[in-house]
Structures are given as structure tokens and as C-alpha cells.
């Protein structure tokens, strides 16, 4: 192995502080994130998988991530991927894909699926792209986790472990059996004349249709992230897990539509994760899709900060930030808040089902500066159906505004249409316009003075849409490397018709097409919908569904 690599991976490891100390087991699983190791350890996800399956009996687990320079190997034990019985993928960006591929070139470990036997470690998938559209990704993966770790883990490493004869296809088709574990190679996609997507069938009947798991009451199950490092986005702080979904049902959303139903961790759960993060010698750091709906951050944040505990806090929304909460904050040592209004064109906001109202914005401005943060950082979308330079225009007045009373981090992306979204049916809009969109806004936003902007690549961006949304043909373009223009016109730019099927409706998620459609439709007249009523709403036909299956 490298030496600069081992350097590395010791440098990382001597950074950690908690984690967990496992001896040998008689499955060992390396999880991946197949990105550098400060963007892996910065999620949530990943950490709460690794914590949750090294407390399966049994299973020992290791931590990966994409090195550029090298083949990946473990953290913990700096061995390569080919010595475990399974490697894990975390998957939760689709531009990560090529990495994921890279990093099996580079272990020596087949592509395909058909291509491996017991020689192999089992290749299995996570993550909300897993249940989002695993497609692109099917002839790679033996199998993927639909949904939620807590609720699928142990019964697939007990199956896992338990064998059996008949070989790596036969385990496969036994671990298909479980809720929530889908096997790609035991489907096939059926495709007409036109290349349009007929049916995806099992390849024999009496194959499970594969649904997502999800668990009722999150209090059960760990809240805070095992490891803390100075390497991520949350410095010194423990990431502690407030909620999950969050049913606020912005239309361009996966952190609402793929988690839903929205579910809240109590305030003892939460206290208990965080005094054991501050037990550690770190601050907490409370993450959630939509934190402010929590009726306790307010007072978590202030035990915590009384407690002589530092905060951070993922985005807000300006709406309910409260006084009292900036100054909680503040206290607990943040210095930046962010906020992400999309777009100020209240036109624009009906369609995105997200209302952000100027005033609330200022007032939080206005806030932050009073109790000594540095800046806001302000999130917006462009590309929205219906969009004109007017509304460039208005983002520019609307920073201007802002930071006429504190500093500005402006962050600009386009809106990339996502499977299982209601804008799964909307064409992304082309290169061009969104260039000249991002002209035009730098150009204006550059001339304010307490404002920069930033801005996500547009060749990044149109990669994350083709892959989004694509079938099992684009595997050879991963291989490959790159999307031909034609695939990214075909998969990110297209707006899809009512009736065209897509590649990933064989696997159930519990919300509806229907629903999905209806929402589409609203999205393109500018109606609202109103938030998830969890008990007293079947709308989109989760909650009908029984609780945390
Ligand atoms: S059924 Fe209603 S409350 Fe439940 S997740 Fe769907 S929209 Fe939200």
C-alpha cells in the first residue's frame, strides 16, 4: 500500500474522537462513501449506519471513502475491499456513481454482478438514492436496502450470515425474500419498439415487488452520529438526529417525499444523544430536513448551550425563527445561519409549494446582525417553469435587502427534476439559459458589498439530472466514464409525458402516482398544498400504509 495513503488514513483516524472498537466477527462489511472521507463523515446517514451495524452480533463494520489518488482501504483496519465479505455503498448523491465505480476498478473487484461469485465480496447499496431510482446502478449492485437501515439490517446480516448452499445466486434469491431488500438481477426491464419502457418484471414469478422499510418511532434507535472529527462540515461538534421526512411537501424535494411520513424524535432522546456528545468534549450539531417545525429545538438548544455546550443548526426556515432562538444560537457559538428561500417570486413560490415571505427574511436578518452572527447564507433556485429575467432581478434585490444588514453567502443551483418527486414528469431547463441566468445574477450580485455568490457547476448539475432519472442502459456510459449530450437530452432535459412509465415504479416507496401527478399539475398552475397532517391524512397514501413496516 502507499505509504502516503497510510499517512493519511492514520492522520484521519487520529483526529476521531468516540466511535467503535469491535473485535473480528464473522462478517465484516466495509461501508463506503464513495466520496473523500470529509464529505463522507459530514452525513448523517453514513454514520448512523456504521454505528447501527457494528451493534448487529456478528458483524463487524469498517469505514471507506473515495480517495482520488488511490484504492480505497479501510480506516480502521487499512485493508482493501476485496478482504471483507461485503462491501456497502452509501449512496445519497448521484454524482457519486462514477466513484463508486472507480473505487471497484481500482479493488480489483468486477463490475458487473453476473460477473462475481463467492470469490467476491457481496456489492449492496444505501441511501436515499437506493430507493430513489437504483437503476442507472442495477447491473452493478447485488442487492440495495430500500429505505430505512434500522428496519431492514438485522434480519439481511442474519441471512447473510447464515449462508447456505447453492451459491451466490441461490443466497440472493433467499435475501430478495426479505421486506426491503431488492435484488436487481432477479428483475428485467421490458422495453417497446421506440426504446420506451413497457413493463419491469421479475424474471420468474413468485418474485417479491420490492418496497421500501421504514420504522415508526425513531426514539428507539440511536440519535447521535458515533464519531466526531474536526474534518467535516460540523467542526467539533456530534451530529445529533432531531427528525426525519418532514412533510412541509416542497414539490422539488426528496428529503420530504422520499422520508416520508414525517417522524419527530422526543426531547429526552434528543437531550440524551446530546449530553453524551457534550460528556465527549464536543458541541452538538442538530440536523433535520426542516428543524424549526421540532416544537423543542428552542429549548434542546438552550439545556445544550446552558450546559456549556456549542451549537450549529442545519438550514431554517425564516418563517419560525424566533428571537429567542437566534439568540440561543449565537450563544452556543454560531456564526453563520443558513436559510434557503428558493426564489422570492411569490408566483414562483406557489409553484415550488414553498413560501419564504420577504418580511420573514428580513426580520431574520435583522436578528442575526443584533446578536453578532457573521452572515446568512441564502440558497435559491433557478430553472423554475414559468421563470423570467424578472425574477433574476428580484433575487438581486432581495440579497441587496438582506445585506444591507448583515454579510450575504449567496449559493445559486439549478432545479433538477428527481424520481419520485412531483416534478419526476418536468424537463430540466438547457446549459444556455441557465448560464445566461448565472451571468446575469453574478453580474448584479457581484456589485452589492456585503455579497458573494456562488454558484453549483451546470455540468454537474446536468449529470445528477441525467442519473436521477435514468434505466439500466446508462450503466455502460458509467463504465465509460461520461454522458454523451444525446443521454443527458434524453434523461435530464426531457419532460416526460403522463403515461410514459418510469424505470424505477416497480419499487414502492408508499407515495402514490396519482398523488405525484396531482402535485405536477398544481406545480404547473402555482397552487399550494398544505403540509402532512400525519393521522388525519391519507392523501399521498403513506400513512394508510402500516406504520414503520
Ligand atoms: S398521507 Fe398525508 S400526512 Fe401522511 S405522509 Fe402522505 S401527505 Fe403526509
Redesign the pocket.
Known sequence: MNYAVVRELKRLRALERGGVDKQPAECTIALIYPSPYYVGMSSMGFQLVYGLLNTLPGVRCERGFFIPWSQTYTLESLRPLRSFDCVGFSLSCEQDYFNVVEILRRAGIPLASRERDERHPLILGGGVCAWLNPEPLADIFDLFVLGEAEAVSAKLFERIMAGGKGGRVRLLRALAEIPGVYVPRLYEPRYGGEGQLLAVEGIESGIPAPERQWVGELDGWPALAPIVTPETDFGDRAIVELMR?C?R?CRFCVADYAY???RLRSRNAIMDAASRALSLGSGVALLGPSLTDHPDLEEVGDEIVRSGGRISVSSVRAGQVSERLLAILARGGLRSLTIAPETPSERLQRRLNKEIHARDLMRVAEGAAAVGLRDLKLYYLIGIEGETETEMEAIAQSVRAVSSLIHVRVSVGPLIPKARTPLQWAGMQGEGELRRKYRLLKKSIDKIPMARMSNQSIREAMTEATLARGDRTLVHHLALGRLPRAVVERYALRARGGEELFPWEHIGIG?NRK?LWAEYQKYIRGEMTSP?????????????LPGGR
Open positions: 421526512g412533510g411537501q416520508r411520513a414525517p407515495v398523488y402532512c397532517a400525519p393521522g388525519k391524512c391519507d392523501a399521498c397514501g403513506v400513512c394508510a
